[in-house]
């Protein structure tokens, strides 16, 4: 579902000269379709309460960040990779190579071991290796490739013993949680940055490789920096709740990364057949749309959010269920807003109060083949409409 009101991505490589060294990570040029304030009636302000006494054991927590570090180090490594790239000049479109930097962690799956990192970290790569926190290093060969997630898993062309890190359910992650992104920014293997877990089910627009959002996204203020792609992101027990993939550009604390539960889905598939193709698709362009929005195409008084049609794909699963994309624009004080569209205020009886609320929620709960009904409004007229939601085409 590609969405003018998500993100754009860039990848945050060097690859201008014949052979660069370029230091891996997407970087968000600014976020859309985060939570907004839902004008509604009943809502009421807010009340006074009395101040609560918290005691943070700073020492403690500082030692409990010390041993996560050291038993999880072991598992993190450095990717490397040679990486053809096409620029073009003033003289002509010219090939040549660069030299990738990304992260990795060790997991475990049928009695072997795996490198789980970054898709944007391998892509186009002709030759990759992997290196230990020892100084170690390994060839490694790609295995599974995910574009949509920006996932890939590596195997490793060495006997190992090296103990894989667990993945935890990144379902029970809470807003607040204390998190560990462990990688190599800047080449810097092995740096640790802490923060915590900012916001749940994000979606940034990952336009330059495939066109469409990456969703349910961690939001983290632990440091990431480009070099960070592919590494970590922890919890206090040392297990894994995401992978490092992207930040805000010129932004000091906003990150993202890949749920752990992403990984637990897609690492079999990647793993025996080196794709996963079960990404849901209701082949729809649709955009956010926010309080003004909503007046300038006259959505009724109660109605303050959504996502907006802007149109269909011919003979998509939108499309076979009956749903409109926007004929025309509204002025709306020199902005152009599509109007006409079926606006999307629910899935399941789940609220789409923006593109994250819907990506995030279809990334998460729907496979191709099922059943979703959409609670949609047309013409002021609020209906449920059904829609047999099919498998994203390949990128």
């Given at each position: 579902m ?12 060097a ?10 990570l ?42 996560v570090y050291s038993r ?5 490594v ?32 049928g ?8 898709y ?7 030759q990759v ?39 935890a ?19 810097l ?10 916001q ?30 592919g590494?970590p ?24 990364a ?12 990647l ?20 309080y003004?929005e ?5 959505l ?41 569209g ?22 998460a709960n729907?496979?191709p083949?099922q ?9 002021g007229?609020v ?7 099919g ?5």
């Open positions: 590609p969405s003018r009101a998500t993100v754009a991505l860039v990848i945050a490589v690859a201008f000269i014949a052979f660069t060294v370029g230091y891996s997407y970087q968000v040029e600014s976020v859309a379709s985060l939570p907004r304030e839902v004008a509604s009636a009943g809502i009421q302000p807010p009340q006074p309460y009395a101040p609560v006494n918290v005691t943070i054991n700073v020492r403690g927590m500082g030692q409990q960040i010390e041993s999880a180090i072991k598992s993190i450095m990717v490397s990779c040679i990486s053809k790239t096409t620029y073009t000049t003033l003289f002509g479109t010219y090939t040549g190579y660069e030299e990738v930097i990304g992260s990795g962690f060790f997991v475990s799956y009695g072997s071991l795996y490198v789980v990192t970054n944007h970290v391998v892509a186009n790569s002709v290796a992997v290196t230990l926190i020892n100084g170690s290093s390994y060839p490694a060969e790609v295995v599974g490739t995910d574009p949509y997630s920006d996932l890939a898993v590596l195997r490793v062309e060495a006997p190992l013993d090296v103990p894989p890190l667990e993945l359910n990144s379902n029970d992650l809470r807003v607040g949680e204390t998190v560990l992104a462990v990688g190599s920014p800047y080449g293997a092995g740096s640790l940055t802490v923060g915590v877990v900012s749940l089910g994000r979606s940034i627009q990952e336009s330059t490789v495939t066109g469409y959002p990456i969703a349910d996204l961690i939001q983290t203020s632990a440091p990431i920096n480009p070099g960070n792609s590494g992101l922890l919890d206090l027990n040392g297990d894994v709740v995401g992978v490092n993939t992207a930040i805000v550009a010129q932004s000091q604390g906003i990150g993202f890949i749920p752990s539960n992403v990984v637990a889905r897609e690492l079999p598939y793993v025996k057949y080196g794709s996963y193709d079960l990404h849901p698709w209701l082949g729809v362009e649709i955009v956010g749309l926010d003004f909503t007046r300038a195409i006259g009724p008084a109660n109605v303050t959010y959504g996502v907006e049609i802007v149109s269909v794909v011919p003979g998509g699963p939108a499309a076979r269920a009956g749903l409109i994309g926007a004929n025309s624009t509204v002025n709306y004080y020199g902005i152009q807003v599509p109007s006409g079926d606006v999307i205020i629910a899935i399941n009886g789940t609220p789409v109060t923006g593109v994250d609320a819907l990506t995030s929620y279809m990334e729907v496979l083949g059943t979703v009904v959409l609670t949609i409004v047309r013409d007229r209906m449920q409409v059904p829609v047999v939601v498998a994203r085409p390949p990128p």
